[in-house]
């Protein structure tokens, strides 16, 4: 199984601050990346898949990149509604596997 | 808009089956994958398998001898079974699409907890 780490398990920022999480794959999984976003309570959103696209709806200060097996998740300017959990997802083969999570506090 | 609703037993006695449906509305259900996944309180989230319309299912190794899933495209929706149950299992289930183009679960469902407890 391909194994996803993210860094760091939590982040404390403030209203404002440009937040950058990271997400490491075992192995290549060329773009075959998700990002997710959840707070508690609720279930989780997903807010970029293929590495970079931005699913409708979703923010654009929110955007990803890489390829391969580095990949990052930025929030350009952290606003209030932003503090939640991040987790990443590899779709490149199964089973798919999500990252720990990133928790992002104030 | 495609809207889920996870519904079944909040507690399961270990060792039974665990049981739960996910009802589709605001769309068809006769495409895409339909996905279950689970989140242990305050930890992260695993899948736990897909099944596509047609019946076809990829169950995650670490729970397939385990696991069934099944649709019922009559009443728009699918199922999940989960057998011999242990305290391990308690978890919030959430049944969400997966799409082969994007390689995402959206959408989700509200989740639903279930206890295994005797």
């Known amino acids: 199984d391909i194994q996803m780490t993210q860094s760091p398990s939590s982040v404390s920022a403030s209203v404002g601050d440009r937040v950058t999480i990271t997400c490491r794959a075992s192995?290549?999984?060329?773009?075959?990346l998700a990002w997710y976003q959840q707070k508690p309570g609720k279930a989780p959103k997903l807010l970029i898949y293929?590495?970079?696209s931005l699913q409708s709806g979703v923010p654009s200060r929110f955007s990803g990149s890489g390829s391969g097996t580095d990949f990052t998740l930025t929030i350009s300017s952290l606003q209030p509604e932003d503090f939640a959990t991040y987790y990443c997802q590899q779709a490149n083969s199964f089973p798919l596997i999500f990252g720990g999570g990133t928790k992002v506090e104030i | 808009q495609v809207q889920l609703q996870e519904s079944g037993p909040g507690l399961v006695k270990p060792s039974e089956t665990l049981s739960l449906t996910c009802t589709v509305s605001?769309?068809?259900?006769?495409?895409?994958?339909w996905s279950w996944i689970r989140q242990p309180a305050g930890k992260g989230l695993d899948f736990i398998g897909r099944?596509?319309?047609?019946?076809?299912?990829n169950y995650n190794p670490s729970l397939k001898s385990r696991v069934t899933m099944s649709v019922d495209t009559s009443k728009n929706q699918f199922s999940l079974k989960l057998n011999s149950v242990t305290a391990a299992d308690t978890a919030m289930y959430y049944c969400?699409?997966?799409?082969?183009?994007?390689?995402?679960?959206?959408?989700w469902g509200q989740g639903t907890l279930v206890t295994v407890s005797s």
């Open positions: 099944i596509y319309t047609g019946g076809s299912a």
């Open positions: 605001g769309g068809s259900i006769t495409s895409y994958y």
């Open positions: 969400a699409t997966y799409s082969s183009a994007t390689g995402g679960f959206d959408p």
């Open positions: 192995q290549g999984i060329s773009n075959w």
């Open positions: 293929a590495a970079s």
